[in-house]
């Protein structure tokens, strides 16, 4: 995963983070609502938050696997291969200060 994939997710993931964290704070705010209306519908977003957190954390765990996994390829082929990984990291080095020395 890129970089830039990795930091719009890390972004996603907090984002959701404080939605559920927000929506739990409105809940038990308004817990004191006695209308029986109020009290169905908090169940229902209560249902949905517990799902939703449920999930998060499933996609959490799910990207977290995937990070150690390309972790684990990279070291291997680096270990299988190294100076194919030395010559990578070297033409990335160049075409980097290439682009850099151009701005």
């Known amino acids: 995963m890129s970089e830039v994939n990795q930091a719009h997710s890390d972004r996603?993931?907090?984002?959701?983070?404080a939605v559920v964290s927000e929506a739990e704070s409105l809940l038990r705010a308004t817990a004191g609502s006695a209308?029986?209306?109020?009290?169905e519908l908090r169940a229902k977003?209560?249902?949905?938050?517990d799902r939703?957190?449920?999930?998060?954390?499933?996609?959490?765990?799910?990207?977290?696997e995937k990070a150690r996994a390309a972790g684990?390829?990279?070291?291997?082929?680096?270990?299988?291969?190294?100076?194919?990984?030395i010559g990578l990291a070297?033409?990335?080095?160049?075409?980097?200060?290439?682009?850099?020395?151009r701005r």
């Open 12 to 17: 996603l993931m907090s984002d959701l983070h």
């Open 35 to 39: 209308s029986e209306g109020a009290a």
């Open 45 to 49: 977003v209560q249902a949905s938050l």
């Open 52 to 64: 939703a957190k449920h999930n998060l954390a499933d996609l959490q765990d799910a990207a977290v």
């Open 72 to 85: 684990r390829a990279t070291d291997l082929y680096v270990h299988e291969k190294p100076w194919q990984a």
């Open 90 to 101: 070297a033409g990335v080095g160049l075409l980097l200060g290439m682009l850099i020395s």
